[in-house]
């Protein structure tokens, strides 16, 4: 069968080899009698399920033993209220500051001011000039040479990729080199774990909801330094304690167990590919593509300053907004899909996750050199 391609921001396309697997194990699971829906989360088809998926992600993303591997519920918001209650409390300052990239930042920010003392770091909220060049407003990363961390803070939260303005930023500093060795670096990496290695050493706590570049809505990764845990606010709820969760093996409550079993097939899928150093090289060379492609069109454009451009959302504008409906019509003739761009940026935009192929991103370039021949 021949899909079209999905440029969902997410949910997004997930692996079609994936998809297939679960199709076949749909009804009986491996012998089991029960489809991965029916089984008790206790049972020991699901202990299996859920323990091999926990040791493949710390395989591709090197997780060092002393970080403790949670699926959780909630989402990337969940998370923002969740991983305040759990980690303001590390410190009797109860702060915590915020680098505002974009809009996930910005509402990552905002939720926290429930539960603490919050500053903001550094923001990307105004026009800058960025390396000599002119940057509107959420297009570019705020140098972390500038970022004001109150050395008090328990930690300094950073969403790494930014999925709507398409901003990535991967140089995730040393809070001791800036005047904080006790604040905890937190990273919303929702829209691009796995896309590329990652020094997790460099962070305290990193989160991620599943439904981009990992499996299904629902599962929430949480990847956390075991010496931050034991510190969650009275209020956190029990399900969402880190320490409790993580003393439980992510089964304190009921996990979404579908959720973490296609998780743990894209997981598998990842390393049969070579792992997150062959998705990276090609992820550079799908991004690459497309961006070389609206650089060189005066018809098209992406405002992100170069250096921070997200290889995982890559928004583009039309020269001419009038013609947005007519290119996502026949875009979708077209069979590419879902490319609307975020509301509150417009245009259009091209999420391009591991699971979309080289060959999505040249059919999408294709159509789009088409679509400027025909009304340029
Ligand atoms: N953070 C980022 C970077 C996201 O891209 C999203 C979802 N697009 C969220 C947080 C919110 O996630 P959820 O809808 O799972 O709460």
């Given at each position: 069968?021949?899909?079209?391609?999905?440029?969902?921001?997410?949910?997004?396309?997930?692996?079609?080899?994936?998809?297939?697997?679960?199709?076949?194990?749909?009804?009986?699971?491996?012998?089991?009698?029960?489809?991965?829906?029916?089984?008790?989360?206790?049972?020991?088809?699901?202990?299996?399920?859920?323990?091999?998926?926990?040791?493949?992600?710390?395989?591709?993303?090197?997780?060092?033993?002393?970080?403790?591997?949670?699926?959780?519920?909630?989402?990337g918001?969940?998370?923002n209220?969740?991983a305040p209650?759990?980690?303001?409390?590390?410190?009797?300052?109860?702060a915590a500051d915020y680098v505002l990239s974009g809009s996930w930042s910005v509402k990552s920010c905002a939720e926290a001011r429930r539960?603490g003392d919050v500053a903001v770091a550094a923001t990307a909220e105004q026009a800058a000039v960025v390396d000599?060049a002119q940057q509107g407003p959420w297009t570019y990363m705020p140098d972390p040479a500038s970022w004001r961390v109150r050395?008090?803070a328990?930690y300094l939260h950073l969403c790494s990729n930014e999925t709507i303005g398409g901003v990535e930023f991967m140089d995730w500093p040393?809070l001791?080199?800036l005047g904080a060795?006790?604040t905890?670096l937190t990273v919303d990496?929702?829209s691009?774990?796995?896309?590329?290695?990652?020094?997790?050493?460099?962070?305290?706590?990193?989160?991620?909801?599943?439904?981009?570049?990992?499996?299904?809505?629902?599962?929430?990764?949480?990847?956390?330094?075991?010496?931050?845990?034991?510190?969650?606010?009275?209020?956190?709820?029990?399900?969402?304690?880190?320490?409790?969760?993580?003393?439980?093996?992510?089964?304190?409550?009921?996990?979404?167990?579908?959720?973490?079993?296609?998780?743990?097939?894209?997981?598998?899928?990842?390393?049969?590919?070579?792992?997150?150093?062959?998705?990276?090289?090609?992820?550079?060379?799908?991004?690459?593509?497309?961006?070389?492609?609206?650089?060189?069109?005066?018809?098209?454009?992406?405002p992100v300053h170069?250096p921070v451009r997200s290889?995982?959302?890559?928004p583009?504008?039309?020269?001419?907004?009038?013609?947005?409906?007519?290119?996502?019509?026949?875009?979708?003739?077209?069979?590419?899909?879902?490319?609307?761009?975020h509301?509150s940026v417009?245009?259009?935009?091209?999420?391009?996750?591991?699971?979309?192929?080289?060959?999505?991103?040249?059919?999408?370039?294709?159509?789009?050199?088409?679509?400027?021949?025909?009304?340029?």
């Amino acid at each position: 069968m021949n899909r079209p391609y999905n440029f969902s921001a997410g949910p997004a396309v997930l692996p079609e080899a994936v998809l297939q697997q679960a199709a076949a194990e749909m009804l009986d699971w491996h012998g089991s009698g029960m489809s991965v829906m029916e089984m008790s989360h206790r049972g020991r088809h699901f202990e299996q399920i859920c323990d091999e998926a926990e040791a493949d992600l710390r395989e591709l993303l090197s997780i060092p033993d002393d970080y403790a591997v949670l699926f959780l519920q909630g989402g990337g918001l969940g998370e923002n209220a969740i991983a305040p209650m759990n980690l303001i409390g590390l410190r009797a300052a109860h702060a915590a500051d915020y680098v505002l990239s974009g809009s996930w930042s910005v509402k990552s920010c905002a939720e926290a001011r429930r539960y603490g003392d919050v500053a903001v770091a550094a923001t990307a909220e105004q026009a800058a000039v960025v390396d000599g060049a002119q940057q509107g407003p959420w297009t570019y990363m705020p140098d972390p040479a500038s970022w004001r961390v109150r050395p008090q803070a328990s930690y300094l939260h950073l969403c790494s990729n930014e999925t709507i303005g398409g901003v990535e930023f991967m140089d995730w500093p040393d809070l001791a080199a800036l005047g904080a060795p006790d604040t905890a670096l937190t990273v919303d990496a929702s829209s691009h774990i796995l896309s590329r290695p990652m020094d997790v050493r460099r962070a305290g706590l990193i989160y991620a909801g599943a439904q981009k570049n990992i499996g299904p809505a629902g599962l929430t990764i949480v990847i956390v330094r075991k010496d931050l845990l034991g510190h969650a606010l009275p209020i956190c709820p029990s399900a969402f304690d880190y320490t409790i969760v993580a003393k439980e093996r992510s089964r304190f409550n009921t996990p979404p167990t579908y959720a973490i079993y296609i998780a743990g097939l894209v997981f598998k899928w990842l390393k049969q590919q070579g792992g997150v150093a062959a998705m990276e090289a090609a992820n550079v060379a799908k991004a690459g593509l497309l961006y070389d492609y609206l650089d060189g069109s005066s018809f098209y454009r992406n405002p992100v300053h170069r250096p921070v451009r997200s290889r995982m959302n890559v928004p583009f504008m039309l020269r001419d907004d009038a013609l947005n409906a007519p290119f996502l019509q026949a875009a979708e003739a077209a069979h590419l899909l879902q490319l609307k761009g975020h509301k509150s940026v417009g245009g259009m935009r091209a999420s391009i996750y591991n699971a979309m192929s080289i060959e999505g991103v040249r059919a999408l370039v294709d159509f789009m050199k088409e679509f400027e021949r025909s009304h340029g």
